[in-house]
Nanobody, 118 residues
Framework: QVQFVESGGDLVQPGGSLKLSCTAS????????LGWFRQAPGKQRESVAS???????YYTASVKGRFTISRDNAKTTLYLQMNSLTPEDTAVYYC????????????WGQGTQVTVSS
C-alpha cells in the first residue's frame, strides 16, 4: 500500500494562511488522483479538496475560494494552500488517493494538525 506523509500544519490566527505538503511512496503523487481530507475533534473525516490526473479540482463548499489543491511540476508533492483560515478549519489534515483505498486497503498517514485560534 501507499504511505502518505503530511506536513506544514501549525497554529495560525484567524485570517491567516498555511500551505500543507504531502509526499507519498511508490510515485503515488504522479500515478493517482489525490485528495485532502480533514477530521475535527468529535467529527467525521470529510473531504476537503481533490485533484485528478488531468488536474481537474474539487473543493467542498466551505473552503471554495479559500483553498487551492495542486501538484508540483515534478509530481512528487501534493499541496494544499489555505487562505483566510477560520476556527472552523481547525482539524487534522490528511492526504490520500482519491477515492481513498485505490492502492489497496484504505490506509492513512498521521496527518498534520491545523489549529486556527487567536
Amino acid at each position: 500500500q501507499v504511505q502518505f506523509v503530511e506536513s506544514g500544519g501549525d497554529l495560525v490566527q484567524p485570517g491567516g494562511s498555511l500551505k500543507l505538503s504531502c509526499t507519498a511512496s511508490g510515485d503515488a503523487i504522479r500515478l493517482y488522483a489525490l485528495g485532502w481530507f480533514r477530521q475535527a475533534p468529535g467529527k467525521q473525516r470529510e473531504s476537503v479538496a481533490s485533484i485528478s490526473l488531468q488536474d481537474f479540482t474539487y473543493y467542498t463548499a466551505s473552503v471554495k475560494g479559500r483553498f487551492t489543491i495542486s501538484r508540483d511540476n515534478a509530481k512528487t508533492t501534493l499541496y494544499l494552500q489555505m487562505n483566510s483560515l477560520t476556527p472552523e478549519d481547525t482539524a487534522v489534515y490528511y492526504c490520500n488517493t482519491w477515492p481513498p483505498g485505490r492502492t489497496g486497503p484504505e490506509s492513512w498517514g498521521q496527518g498534520t494538525q491545523v489549529t486556527v485560534s487567536s
